[in-house]
């Protein structure tokens, strides 16, 4: 791996470096440095830079899957994210903010968190217990812990099939899907957790019982924020639970709208009644574009990550037969948000693939070739 492209996944600390600098040198007038970055900046770097189809050499692979560098930026994230939301009362008590700055402001940290779900979904990855634990406490800022639940247990097992809430239909928004996948990802994860304790012989209803776990941590977190709070305002800071309620949400639905890009309108063939094909690296939508790859430690692999789903970011691979999208998932996040515009590109798109792909023997002999 080039230099340039190891250095380029400290990408991310550039948003969290640029708004906060912002947020000082304008003593909190100008808050939406974050929303610019991942929706201006972010597109424009694409556009200049351009793509990245290459893959690590077999020569280099067990090299960089031991290269500490990567474990340090993930992990350094986790601490950066607790720190961020943990002092957002003393930002919001040193700067007066109006409702305009407000908004900026905490779509800038909900965005960032958004970003620290995918940080989340590559520790989560890992059999670790190290790996896991910080995985759970970057979930916990953005109450959003049964997603590990779900995801390594449903998700991956469901993909691109009528049973995964997470995978996106032909014709349906992104707002729809929403409500899909926020909602049937929370029954999935119960119904999952439900069956490992029936399994175990534990009781639901028990300290066993991870979903409940992950509802108490983001309430106790929550309930500290806004204690350390209450302490510097001198009063009941009733804006900081607002405030960690408002930014999980707009980190989760961007999770979301990541979700809906990825899979939208790709289904595994059924080759039994309620039995489909093994997945592969047909089943995922990709972008190569340099910038977005970096910021999102190469989540725009996503076939390979579904292929191959203990496979660390920085040796994920490009297949040319996986289904690419046109743009990196920023513009294509905004594109989603305007249903006929998103539509209007991807159905086709989609429609044509399909007509063009190749079939599962054929795509599993290209990736056995890069194996």
Known sequence: MKNWKKLG????????????????????????????????????????????????AKEDFERLLNDRFFDVVVYSLVYVQLVQVFMSPLTMLTFEMTPLGYLGWILSIGIFSGTMINVAHELGHRSSKTAQFHAKLTLMTVSYIHFLIEHNRGHHLHVATPKDPATSRKGQTVYAFWWQSVTGSFRSAWQIETKRLERSGLAVWSRHNEMIWAC?????????????????????????????????????????????????????????????????????????????????????????????????YQVLRHFDESPQMPFGYSLMILMSLVPPVWFAVMDKRLEKWQSNACDTDQIMAVAAQYA
């Open 9 to 56: 996944f400290l990408s991310i600390y550039l948003m969290l470096i640029l708004s906060t600098t912002t947020m000082i040198l304008t003593k909190g007038e100008f808050t939406w440095t974050g929303v610019l970055f991942s929706f201006l900046l972010v597109p424009i770097a694409d556009f200049l830079l351009g793509r990245d189809s290459q893959n690590v």
């Open 216 to 312: 108490v941590w983001p309430l106790v977190f929550c309930g500290l924020l806004t204690a350390w709070g209450s302490f510097l305002a001198q009063r009941f800071m009733w804006e900081a639970t607002v405030f960690f309620f408002a930014q999980s949400i707009i980190g989760f639905l961007m999770l979301e709208c990541v979700n809906y890009i990825e899979h939208y309108g790709i289904m595994r063939r059924e080759i039994a009644p309620g039995r489909y094909e093994k997945v592969n690296p047909l089943h995922s939508w990709n972008a190569n574009h340099i910038f977005s790859n970096l910021v999102l430690f190469q989540l725009q692999r996503h076939s390979d990550h579904h292929a191959n789903a203990a496979r660390p």
